[in-house]
């Protein structure tokens, strides 16, 4: 059974900065991709950012680019994913959560190409 747990969502001011973390058992890193999405209120869901979990590559949505870094953890005894968010903004409020998927990308790929989620959590950035 797949396992995802996100942590880390906070109230942060404008500019400010914010690292998620993505607990993760029951899926091999390396046998697919992870990545963070974030739905606001009243807009659908949508890619931040995914990472290849057998090569590290790496792709960010448009309007996170140069600002979030997503990386993965390996050497806890729970695979752990990161997101670490800088320069925040209002527009950056919105639950963030956690995925997995057996397929690698060359894309920033649609949320319903994920099967697994976490239940997410909460990131608000006030101006």
């Known amino acids: 059974q797949v396992l995802l747990a996100e942590s880390g969502g906070a109230s942060v001011q404008a500019g400010g900065s914010l690292r998620l973390s993505c607990s993760i058992s029951g899926f091999a890193f390396n046998s697919g991709s992870m990545g963070w999405f974030r739905q606001a209120p009243g807009k659908e869901r949508e890619g931040v950012a995914v990472?290849?979990?057998?090569?590290?590559?790496?792709?960010?949505s448009g309007s996170v680019r140069d600002r979030f870094t997503v990386s993965l953890d390996y050497a806890n005894t729970n695979n752990t994913l990161h997101l670490q968010m800088n320069d925040l903004k209002p527009d950056d409020t919105a639950i963030y959560y956690c995925?997995?998927?057996?397929?690698?990308?060359?894309?920033?790929?649609?949320?319903?190409?994920?099967?697994?989620w976490g239940q997410g959590t909460q990131v608000t950035v006030s101006s």
């Open positions: 995925a997995a998927s057996n397929r690698f990308f060359g894309y920033l790929p649609g949320p319903p190409l994920f099967p697994y």
């Open positions: 990472i290849n979990g057998r090569y590290g590559t790496t792709l960010y």
